[in-house]
T-cell receptor
Framework: AQSVTQPDIHITVSEGASLELRCNYS??????LFWYVQSPGQGLQLLLK??????LVQGIKGFEAEFKRSQSSFNLRKPSVHWSDAAEYFC???????????FGTGTRLLVSP | NAGVTQTPKFQVLKTGQSMTLQCAQD?????MYWYRQDPGMGLRLIYY???????DKGEVPNGYNVSRLNKREFSLRLESAAPSQTSVYFC???????????????????FGSGTQLSVL
């Protein structure tokens, strides 16, 4: 069965600094990969997704992620973090049918002034 | 505004009470889902409905039932609430995307804003 690991529970980044959130997955074939963001008291919103093709995918709000098959990773990056990026970020993997979306445990991003 | 609407936003129950969480979407999506979110555990799928008239169990279905009333509405029922069901519940909907021939995946999930449920 597929699984997702987000090794960092919390990350604090200074405003204007770069960001990388880690995501590792386990799945036997090429997975479908997603990053979602959750602001406090809200549902999740899709940031970006990878289905096939170019391994560097661009998303909303200036985020990007790179699929690295050799490392089973799909890390999320942003060159310059804004205070409004403070939220919880979830990596997810879909496999074996569209309903089987497995979420990681999330990484909470704190942005310091 | 188009999207997924959940009611209620907050609910407190006593152990053994029953209740139904309501969910409706107006995007003409075929698939709908119920997730629960607990600290340190991410989101876990309770039940899903791939299309109107069908429902299937997800990862954590015990203690819950669902009804896909029509294409728009997908409700979640707790028949006899337990403290272990204290959680934040999210409804979501999606469309399918065909990728690489016959394989399908979610295009993306659209989530409601959640129901915070406490069972005392």
């Amino acid at each position: 069965a597929q699984s997702v690991t987000q090794p960092d529970i919390h990350i604090t980044v200074s405003e204007g600094a770069s960001l990388e959130l880690r995501c590792n997955y386990s799945y036997g074939a090429t997975p479908y990969l997603f990053w979602y963001v959750q602001s406090p008291g809200q549902g999740l919103q899709l940031l970006l997704k990878y289905f096939s093709g170019d391994t560097l995918v661009q998303g909303i709000k200036g985020f990007e992620a790179e699929f690295k098959r050799s490392q089973s990773s799909f890390n999320l990056r942003k060159p310059s973090v804004h205070w409004s990026d403070a939220a919880e970020y979830f990596c997810a993997v879909g496999a074996g049918g569209f309903q089987k979306l497995v979420f990681g445990t999330g990484t909470r991003l704190l942005v310091s002034p | 505004n188009a999207g997924v609407t959940q009611t209620p936003k907050f609910q407190v129950l006593k152990t053994g009470q029953s209740m139904t969480l309501q969910c409706a979407q107006d995007m003409n999506h075929n698939s709908m889902y119920w997730y629960r979110q607990d600290p340190g555990m991410g989101l876990r799928l309770i039940y899903y409905s791939a299309s109107e008239g069908t429902t299937d169990k997800g990862e954590v279905p015990n203690g819950y039932n669902v009804s896909r009333l029509n294409k728009r509405e997908f409700s979640l029922r707790l028949e006899s609430a337990a403290p272990s069901q204290t959680s934040v519940y999210f409804c979501a909907s999606s469309v399918k995307k065909v990728v690489r021939g016959s394989r399908v995946t979610n295009e993306k999930l659209i989530f409601g804003s959640g129901t915070q449920l406490s069972v005392l």
